[in-house]
Every structure is written in C-alpha cells, then in structure tokens.
C-alpha cells in the first residue's frame, strides 16, 4: 500500500448551504408536522385523530383560516367532509358533494391539485369566498380523498411555494395513513 503524506490526505471543508430562509422555515414545519403524524401512526392513534392531525398541520403550514378533509362514500360518487378545523369549520363539516359538481370532486376525479376561489363552488356555499387550495390525497395507486386549505375573503391565493410544501406533506400524511389503516 502506498504512503500518502499527511498534507495530501486533508480533504478541502465540507460546507452545506441551506436554502433561503422561507424555504428553510417551510422545510422545517413540514418535517415537524411529518414526525409529529409518524409518531401518532407508531402510537396507533385512530384514523379521526390521524386526519384532525394531518388537517391541523396542513392549516398552520399554509397559514389557512380553515382546512378540510373530504372523504369519498364506497362507490365514490360523493364526497363528505369528515374532518375541519379552524374557524367555521362547523359550516363545512359533514357537507356532502357530487364527485361531478364541485372542486372537491375535481380535484378528486382529475388527481390534480385545484386552486381556485370559493366563490366559484357553490356546493362549497358555506365557507367565506377566499381563497382554496384542494389536494388530492393519492396513495400512488388509489385516491383516498381531498385535503384543502382555504383563507379569509380578500386573501391571496395560496402562492407555489406554499402548494409545493402542502403536496409534498399530504403525499406522506396520505401514505402514513395509508399505512397505519392497512394494518389495523
């Protein structure tokens, strides 16, 4: 083996430079709101809880007024409100809407993220005319309902950074949940 002198064996310093600060703050909520929603899955938490988690974190992570998950019936013609938080959630929780006739529907049918104004969506009568962000909560294989984040009249839309975050934390918030159900 040959002798390498000491001097030659140094390597130059190892820097690792974060992202801008939004950027960083955002990454940091998420993975907070991911460990948090983990830690409830190992813990055996019950699927209510595991959705009122996953809609909680998603509201602070977009800085939402409200937040909402629909969820499809067995044939997957409806979709119902199971779970909301924040104020006025009372208004939305437990509406049910055709798959066919509401931006719920559409972002379930289509597995696209949708965001629009509630004023459009009159099945969605209930809620101020802000802004809503809805992301379908797909496994890869099946979609398993709708997250949405929704603001105050006069809000902006939700901007592309903040969707960027929201899908990535519903992708693993939609697989955990996936995950702890097929187990149970």
């Known amino acids: 083996m040959e002798h390498i002198p000491e001097a ?7 820097t690792w430079a974060p992202g801008g ?3 960083l703050t955002r990454d940091v909520g998420r993975f907070a ?31 939402a007024t409200l937040a909402f998950i629909a969820l499809p019936d067995r044939e997957g013609n409806e979709l ?9 959630s009372d208004a939305i929780r437990d509406l049910t809407v055709r ?20 004023a459009g969506d ?24 709708v997250l949405a984040v929704a603001g105050r009249p006069g809000d902006q839309p939700f901007d592309s950074p903040i969707a960027r975050e929201l899908i990535r934390f519903a992708d693993l918030a939609v697989r955990l949940v996936d995950l702890a159900e097929s187990h149970r």
Do not use: K
């Open 8 to 14: 030659e064996r140094e390597l130059p310093p190892i």
């Open 80 to 88: 119902r409100v199971a779970v909301a938080v924040g104020p006025g």
């Open 122 to 145: 009159t099945a969605l009568a209930g809620l101020p005319p802000g802004p809503i962000l809805l992301l379908p909560l797909e496994t890869g294989e099946n979609v398993r309902g």
């Open 33 to 63: 709101a991911s460990t948090d929603l983990m830690s409830a899955v190992l813990y055996g938490a019950p699927l209510p809880e595991l959705l009122t988690r996953v809609a909680t974190h998603a509201r602070t992570m977009a800085v």
């Open 99 to 118: 798959r066919g006739r509401s931006m719920i529907g559409r972002a379930f049918s289509t597995r696209r993220p949708l965001s629009a104004r509630v």
């Open 21 to 23: 600060m939004p950027q």
